[in-house]
Every structure is written in C-alpha cells, then in structure tokens.
RNA sequence: GCGCCCAUAGCUCAACCGGAUAGAGCAACGGCCUUCUAAGCCGUAGGUUGCAGGUUCGAUUCCUGCUGGGCGCGCCA
C-alpha cells in the first residue's frame, strides 16, 4: 500500500529536482501511519526533512510536493497539515487491493528477499548438557527458534547450530555424581553425605540404573578407594580429589561412565527441543574442538600474532589491546585450556566453515564475555562487525508470589518439558516471545496453569478458527463461497472493513521491523491486534449475508485475515487451528 | 568501585529503527447471547513516559549526569 504513495510521491520529487529545487531524491521515502484519522491514512514528513536543503518553509515545500504529485488511482486527496506533513487520503481500492495479494501470495504473504540468499549462522540455546532444559532455556529455544523462522521469510539461509559444551570439568562433575547415584542404586552407602556440589537431580538416576544394567556391579570396585571428602575444606577441592580417584580406580571404565550421562542428556535435550518445534542444522562438539586440535591451533595464531604473553606459568590474551576491561587467560598454569580458549576457536571455526554472518543468542548473564570474544576475532583478523550477539534476559519463575530458585545443581527446577505439559507447546511458544528480549520475563506458573484458557494465543488461534467456521457454516446453510478466484472486492466499503484490509497491509512491513531488529514479539504483538481487529469486525458485521456478491467479498476479506494469522503464527511455532 | 541491560496507567507490557492528542491486556465499574463459536464484542475510568539538562522544527525514542532495580566482574562452565 505504502507503495502507491512512494512512487506518487518519489516522482514528484524528481520533478522538483528537475526543476531545481531540490537536488536529488533521497534513496529512501518514509511513510507514517498517523495514529489520528483526520490525519490521513499515511503520512510523510519528507517536506521537513527537506526544507532547510530547498531553502524554504517546510510547509511551502509541503504545498509544492503536492502540487507535483501525478494523479493515482489510489490516492483520493492529500493535504498539508501541522509544521510540514503531507497527509495522504487512500481509496478504497488502495485497501481492497491487499485481499488480492494474500490470494496470490498464500503462505508467502508477509515474505522478503531483503535477506538475498546470504547465509546467517544463528547459535542459541547451548546449554550445558548436565541436566534436562529448564523453563529459563525455554525462552532461547523459543526466541531463537522463531528468530530463524522470521530470518528464513525474509529471504536468509540460516544454519541454526548448538554448540554442546561435551567437554571440561562440569562435564567431569556430572560423571562423578552418576557414578555416585550408581553407587546408592547398587545399595552401597556413600561414606559421606551426598556433595553439596555434585549434581543432585532425579533425572541421574535412571541414567544410574541404566549403567548398572549395562555394566553390572564392575564399577563398584572403585568404591573402596573414594577419598575422604571431609578432611577438604573447599568443596570444589574435594570434587577435584573425587574426580581425579575415579579417573585413576577406573581406568578405562571411566569413559563409559562419563558418556552414560552426556548421551542421555544430549539426548533429551534434542528430544525436548524437537517436540517444542525448534530444529537444528548443527550439534557442534566441543569435545570436537579439542580432539581435532582447533583450540591449540586457535591459541598458536593469537600468540604468533603476538597477542599473548606469559604470566603466573598461565597463558594470557592481551585483550585489553581491543577494549575489555582485563586480560584474559587461555591455558592455565595446570596446561589445561579455559573455556574462554574454546570459545575462541569455536568462533574462528564459523568462519572457517565458510559462515560470514554469526548471531549468538546468550543469556544476559554472559554479557561480560562479549568483549573478549569481539577482542578474540578482531585479534586473529576476523571480521568482528559480522557477529552479532543477542542477550536475552532471564526469565524468572514464579509459583504465585514466591519465586522458585533455579539451581541445576540442586536440582530444583521446572524443566521446560514439565512446562510444556501444563501449559501446553503453543501458549509456551507465544507466552516466551510476547516480550522483548532485554525484558525480564516473569513467567507465574500458577497463573500459566489456571489461566491457560485466557492466554492470548487462544485469542489469536481462535479468530482464525472463526474464519474456518463461517465457511463450514455457509456450506451448511447451503451459501455458495468465493473459491480459488478471488472475487470483486469493490463491496469492502465500511470503515472496519478498511481498517482490516490495512492491518493485513502491515503484515509484510512488521515481519520486515521484526527480522532487522531481531525482535519476534512484534509479530506477537501484531498477530493480537490483527485477531482484535477481526473479531471487533466479526460481531459488528453479519458476514453470510444473502446478497451474494457482498458475501463473497467480506468471505475473502476474512478468508485473507485468517491466512495471515496462520502465517504469523507459523513465523512463531504455534499451531493455526480450523476449529476449537 | 567498574561494565552491560532496564525504568512508560494500580499490575504485566507495547509504541512502526526522531513525528502530530503515548496504546493494549489484566484488575475495577456498566452493558451485549431467539441470527455466522460469549475462548467473543461495546463502553467508563486510569499518565508530568524515574529525575535534571542537552541536540532538534519535533524526544518515550538520540547524548550527558543523577536516582532506583537486574546481571556480570575467577587460572569456573
């Protein structure tokens, strides 16, 4: 729609650079929605941006602009208003006009090509695989997930990869506290209380059993020679202690051991992701890293640029030269390499795979990594401007009043497939993307599970269902539909009618905003006021009329408006249902 | 102390990358089912956009400072 009035008003300019006045025509013209109706249907400001370069009052630029205006066939009238507008009054063709691109464009209304078939790496979610995905991983799984969605409509490739941290010493951590639930499952009694920094979660146990099926009793051995957690005074020391027995006593035994957990849990994760609707192109092994040598490698290239120096017997990354507040260490004095080291050769991978244009999804409390990492790429002589890092704030728990703590190690958390089961995978998908991703989100669970009827994605699901229910009721009443064709529009002349036909013409402009600003709660919000509008239209109009041509006209109207419903909420992972 | 993010109606949040009189939902109050799904609609009420400056024809939006909150600041991951 916006459209029409550009090129109007883009030719007029040009006849004003002709005429000297101006002296070109800037590359983009912007065209407003005035929140008043008095005020037009669209508006430009371009007359005050252009005044002070044409020398003139704004308003004066105004009038001559539109004296140069071409006649249109969607433009009724324009006028000058306030310091400078230029308010522009749409026929209702203009309106009706978009009914006939929904039927040419179906699935792809709303679509671009702005996104030029360039490949996008899109990494989120990448939690640790220690335990099952709680309700806080949700939100990446679910921002991430529609982001990918909305990219790809915009004309993107995108690659969306996690990137499992298969490796280090949590990794090492889980093993042990398998190997003690192993233990208890055998019936052999710790000799010591279970430790406070051992993973603790009821999800260990069946992983427990599951070993002790597989591997019998030939692990209880071992148990002899556990060390005496009680004479450390630091619990991460005894872990250490722990770890370092059970690597010793077991031998080859242990990877067995430290795989039972990961696989499981791995294999949950993608269980759970892939039943909430979020695919992966990629599962990227830091373990891999490590075995193919990636990290040394990616460690050799910064300290021969010379990057590097050694300090205290660690290795450290001058990256205070690019702007973080400290150095920061890549192999410490142990030899071991920090997590830091993989990520920095993670990243050079993308872009030895080939990949120029990265997006990381993190959750808020990683922003202190975002300058060594940009100091990392800048520092090897990568293109640190191609990667673009999203934080996503956290998302809190609540059970009515009290805030439920989130400790992986402890154990007590809501899973995100325990969410998922009483709230359901649509109002989980929609209720995670309806606020933006520098927002706290508040997520009550009693008001989730009570409310769960009243949440807004039955709202939206339910004016499309309505959509679906006039065509099964016109069919009944024996009412002929508009088929394939799309049929005279020209009935379409009251004003809710209009202001339909121009919600729908937005669509395309809002999967636009929502992809450059990496925001999918604007198609949230969009897809409510959509629904709103619909149902408002619905019961102010009587749609299965017996006039047939008025008929087929406000059944294609609708017909349109429930598409791109369905098209929205596909952009979002939730399911557009016929009938509810 | 330093750094990142946030502050908008009683509550939870929007506001089209600077536009004209800042909008929804929930909560409160009052209406609408003998006709297409009441999981719906209509109406009333609710604001000095945290504070103080600056840039601009024009600021919730951009800049500076302050106040308040979240998070981070390890040879943890």
Not at 180 to 206: I, T
Not at 281 to 294: C, I, K, T
Not at 380 to 406: C, H, N, T
Not at 524 to 534: D, I, N, P, S
């Amino acid at each position: 729609m916006k459209a029409f009035v550009t090129s109007a008003l883009s030719a007029a300019l040009q006849q004003l650079v002709e005429s000297g006045t101006l002296s070109q025509v800037p590359a983009s013209l912007e065209l407003d929605r005035p929140k008043q109706a008095s005020h037009g249907d669209l508006a430009s400001n371009v007359a005050l941006l252009l005044a002070k370069e044409a020398r003139c009052k704004p308003r004066e630029l105004a009038e001559r602009i539109v004296a140069a205006l071409p006649e249109s066939s969607h433009i009724a009238r324009c006028e000058v208003a306030g310091p400078g507008f230029i308010n522009f009054f749409l026929r209702p063709e203009a309106f009706q006009e978009v009914v006939r691109r929904v039927y040419a464009e179906g699935e792809r209304f709303g679509a671009h090509d702005f996104g030029q078939g360039e490949t996008l790496h899109l990494e989120f979610v990448s939690a640790n695989p220690t335990g099952p995905l709680h309700v806080g991983h949700g939100r990446g799984a679910a921002y991430g997930a529609s982001l990918a969605n909305i990219l790809r409509f915009c004309g993107y490739r995108v690659f969306c990869e996690y990137y499992v941290n298969d490796a280090g010493r949590q990794m090492d951590i889980l093993a042990a506290s398998v190997y003690l639930r192993y233990l208890e499952s055998a019936g052999h009694p710790l000799p010591w209380p279970y430790p406070s920094n051992a993973y603790r979660g009821d999800y260990l146990l069946p992983i427990a059993e599951a070993l002790r099926r597989e591997l019998g009793d030939r692990l209880l051995p071992a148990a002899a020679h556990l060390p005496d957690l009680g004479r450390f005074a630091d619990p991460d020391e005894a872990m250490d202690a722990l770890i370092q027995q059970l690597k010793t006593d077991l031998g080859a035994d242990y990877a067995p051991l430290h795989r039972a957990g990961l696989e499981t849990i791995l294999a949950d994760i993608r269980a759970d992701l892939a039943e909430f609707g979020v695919h992966y192109d990629g599962w990227y092994s830091e373990r891999s890293l490590m075995d193919s040598g990636a990290i040394t490698r990616a460690v050799e290239a910064l300290t021969a640029a010379g990057h590097t120096y050694v300090r205290d017997g660690a290795l450290w990354f001058r990256s205070t030269a690019y702007g973080d507040d400290k150095d920061r260490v890549l192999r410490r004095d142990n030899g071991a390499y920090t997590y830091f080291a993989s990520d920095v050769a993670y990243h050079a991978d993308k872009f030895a795979r080939g990949f120029h244009r990265l997006v990381d999804m993190w959750g808020a409390d990683h922003h202190g990594y975002v300058a060594r990492v940009r100091a990392s790429l800048q520092a090897m002589g990568l293109d640190e401007a191609a990667l673009e890092i999203l934080l996503v704030q956290f998302a809190i728990l609540y059970r009515g009043e009290e805030k439920v703590s989130m400790s992986t190690r402890a154990g007590e958390f809501v899973t995100l497939r325990q969410l998922r089961a009483e709230v359901g995978n649509d109002a989980a998908r929609f209720f995670y993307v309806l606020r933006r991703a520098d927002q706290h989100l508040d997520f009550d669970l009693e008001l989730a599970k009570q409310r769960s009827e009243e949440n807004p994605v039955y709202y939206i699901q339910y004016a499309h269902a309505r959509v679906y229910s006039l065509f099964r009721q016109a069919e009944e009443q024996g009412l002929s539909t508009p088929q394939e064709q799309v049929p005279e529009l020209a009935p379409l002349q009251d004003a809710r009618e209009l202001a339909l036909a121009d919600l729908l013409w937005r669509f395309p402009e809002v999967v636009g905003i929502s992809a450059r600003a990496r925001e999918p709660h604007q198609i949230a919000f969009y897809l409510k006021e959509l629904a709103a509008a619909f149902h408002t239209y619905y019961n102010a109009t009587r749609i299965l009329v017996e006039e047939s041509a008025i008929r087929h006209a406000r059944l294609a109207l609708v017909r349109a408006v429930a598409r791109t419903i369905a098209n929205g909420l596909t952009l979002l992972g939730v399911s557009a249902p016929e009938r509810m």
